[in-house]
């Protein structure tokens, strides 16, 4: 399969690099675009087919267009990729907030797949949601759920209206999690730790922690309820979230990320 990648940040080179690493496709059937040339610079190393700073003819002899600029970059890039998109490629945006009709209007195109990958797509550990046109015939349809399953899961979602919800919780969540995680780094240096000696403390915790809510046949609230002994330590921290409102303020965080992944559909 031949994969033009149109922004190659973070996430354009996550999926890059996973299909490579099982073999789906070969560096010399990249055609990466990058409007950096810092980031241009980079990214020979990886020694694509073609490497440019521009969207031109050739993209239209690929089978699969990535599409992953950012949401406010699409304008300009759609007006452009409109100009050389063939009818019978596949176009897979995983640009937050862009609705596929938004995608097919601009490009005059109708076989798209809007998907919402997280960072842990870099180590094959990802989960990407993702919805198709009804375009996208079935023989396409599985190549691209092969591709982003090197990426790690993937859920197909037949409503596409929930991928801004799908951004706030995974697509985002990576964040949200190193975000406890510093700040249990911090207070643990606070306690008078090494930074080193916090983080593996930290580190282990969560690891061993994921692992429990994975295999241990229990709910959430269970396994907080082994964890909290009457009159202990945990409970004295969970009394002080609860009047924080920890947990609300979380979920406040979640719906605010999704009430920007609306906004940015209409950027
Ligand atoms: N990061 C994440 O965790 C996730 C991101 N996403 C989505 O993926 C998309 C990419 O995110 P991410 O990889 O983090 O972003 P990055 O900023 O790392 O990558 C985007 C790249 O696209 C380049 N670019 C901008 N305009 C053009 C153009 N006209 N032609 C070619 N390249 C261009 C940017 O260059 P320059 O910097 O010069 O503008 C940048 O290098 C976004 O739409 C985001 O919503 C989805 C899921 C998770
Ligand atoms: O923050 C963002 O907008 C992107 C989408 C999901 C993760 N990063």
């Known amino acids: 399969m031949k994969i033009a990648i149109v922004g190659c940040g973070n996430m354009g080179m996550a999926f890059a690099r996973a299909f490579l690493k099982f073999d789906l496709v070969k560096k010399e059937d990249f055609l990466l675009v990058e409007k950096s040339t810092e980031r241009q610079e980079s990214l020979q190393s990886f020694q694509p087919g073609?490497?440019?700073?521009?969207?031109?003819?050739?993209?239209?002899?690929?089978?699969?267009?990535?599409l992953s600029v950012k949401p406010q970059d699409f304008a300009a890039v759609g007006t452009a990729l409109a100009r050389v998109v063939q009818p019978t490629q596949v176009i897979?945006?995983?640009?937050?907030?862009?609705?596929?009709?938004?995608?097919?209007?601009?490009?005059?195109?109708?076989?798209?797949?809007?998907?919402?990958?997280?960072?842990?797509?870099?180590l094959g550990m990802g989960?990407?949601?993702?919805?198709?046109?009804?375009?996208?015939?079935?023989?396409?349809?599985?190549?691209?759920?092969?591709?982003?399953?090197?990426?790690g899961r993937s859920v197909f979602l037949e409503d596409e209206a929930q991928l801004d919800a799908v951004t706030a919780l995974s697509g985002s969540g990576p964040a949200y999690f190193f975000y406890l995680v510093k700040a249990m780094v911090e207070a643990g240096k606070q306690m008078g730790f090494e930074e080193s000696v916090a983080t593996l403390l930290v580190k282990q915790t969560m690891l061993g922690s994921y692992h429990l809510i994975n295999n241990a046949d229990k709910s959430l609230d269970e396994l907080i309820k082994a964890v909290a002994s009457k009159g202990g330590t945990t409970e004295a921290a969970l009394q002080h979230f609860e009047e924080g409102t920890l947990g609300l303020t979380l979920a406040q965080g979640i719906h605010a990320a999704r009430k920007r992944a609306t906004e940015l559909s209409k950027s």
Do not use: F, W
């Not at 700073?53 to 002899?61: A, D, K, N, S, T």
């Not at 949601?129 to 009804?134: E, K, R």
């Open 127 to 151: 989960i990407t949601a993702y919805a198709a046109s009804p375009e996208v015939d079935i023989q396409q349809l599985r190549k691209i759920e092969n591709l982003i399953n090197a990426t």
């Open 92 to 122: 897979l945006s995983i640009m937050a907030g862009i609705p596929m009709k938004t995608i097919q209007s601009t490009l005059q195109h109708q076989r798209v797949i809007r998907a919402m990958p997280n960072t842990p797509a870099m």
């Open 50 to 66: 073609v490497l440019t700073g521009l969207i031109g003819p050739q993209i239209g002899e690929y089978d699969l267009v990535i």
